[in-house]
């Protein structure tokens, strides 16, 4: 097993226990599949399952396109394959990674009616050309889990575009991002910890910092561009 693993494995043992002692209405479930896969798998791979991630009274987003809501769920789910030689080389490291953020709730001024929400980060990985702006990771409103619910869009209209650059996220950057805009209660007490802090900031360096090196180093053709500039922000010009 790879340095990296073990203290990825590490890593992720020591966020369950900071939720637990933050007292969060958070399914720790999914870490221990994610553990078990890395131990399991020779290459650094693993799917998350369904985190669910459930609201109390106070902590219901005050700027929702529905008031009257009750039993508010959200979920959060990661699949990931990842080159470990890519990787210590600096490069893209991602064969495979996509995750989806859905959430729903019950609307009391119609009970039989479900409210969903659904957003969905990839890498992407298709071959049929596209004339719409495709960035290699990328989040898009909507996504597979909006399209399973076959609901009802009323007056809503939704394009497959934009498809919003962004860096990747492995399991422990996929989960601060969900804290950060989900639930920032629980994620102002991870940050009171030093430990939360310093694990943050590692996985940053390893996956935002050559992203964004790489986009910056386009504009220098004496920079070396780590990652390809152009497939993770494709509106970049020459």
Request: net charge positive.
């Amino acid at each position: 097993m790879t340095t990296f693993k073990r203290d990825l494995i590490s890593d992720i043992e020591i966020i369950e226990r900071l939720l637990l002692k933050c007292k969060s209405n958070i399914s720790t479930s999914s870490f221990r599949r994610i553990i078990s896969n890395l131990k399991k798998n020779g290459v650094i791979a693993y799917e998350s399952g369904v985190l669910e991630l459930k609201y109390n009274d106070t902590e219901i987003p005050r700027h929702l396109s529905h008031k009257n809501i009750e039993n508010l769920r959200l979920f959060f789910s990661i699949k990931l394959n990842m080159n470990y030689a890519k990787f210590s080389k600096n490069n893209d490291p991602f064969n495979h990674l996509e995750f989806n953020i859905f959430a729903y709730a019950i609307n009391t001024n119609n009970k039989s009616s479900e409210l969903v929400y659904s957003l969905h980060f990839d890498r992407h990985i298709g071959t049929t050309p596209s004339k719409e702006v495709h960035p290699m990771y990328h989040f898009q409103f909507g996504g597979h889990k909006l399209k399973e619910k076959n609901i009802d869009y009323g007056q809503a209209l939704f394009f497959d575009a934009p498809r919003i650059s962004y860096h990747p996220m492995d399991f422990i950057l996929g989960l601060d991002f969900v804290l950060s805009n989900f639930f920032p209660n629980i994620w102002e007490a991870l940050k009171r910890e030093g430990s939360y802090i310093n694990i943050i900031k590692k996985y940053q360096g390893y996956f935002m910092k050559p992203y964004y090196q790489s986009i910056g180093n386009s504009f220098d053709r004496s920079l070396p561009q780590n990652w390809d500039a152009k497939s993770i922000y494709p509106q970049l010009i020459g």
